[in-house]
């Protein structure tokens, strides 16, 4: 699956997450090594990208393979400023 179709889904699942004043966590799960493809930071980006449209925070990320669980390196969570907060 093209991580562009999945798109329109994350942001409406931030949109509601965002809602409760919650947060995300994302995790890419897929077999092979643990090294990270182009396709891993494709999906990475993607829900980086549908956090920040949906208003909600991305508080983590990591792949997941039988062999180990990992976290993108460089992941900061994805602030996301209240209205109130002006």
Do not use: I, K, Y
């Amino acid at each position: 699956m093209d991580p562009e179709e999945f798109r329109p889904f994350l942001v409406q699942l931030a949109g509601m997450v965002a809602e409760d004043a919650g947060g995300l966590l994302f995790v890419r799960g897929r077999a092979g090594s643990v090294l990270l493809t182009d396709a891993d930071r494709h999906w990475h980006r993607v829900a980086v990208e549908a956090c920040r449209e949906g208003g909600v925070t991305l508080v983590g990320s990591f792949l997941a393979t039988p062999a180990a669980v990992r976290a993108f390196p460089g992941h900061v969570p994805t602030a996301t400023v209240s209205a109130e907060a002006g």
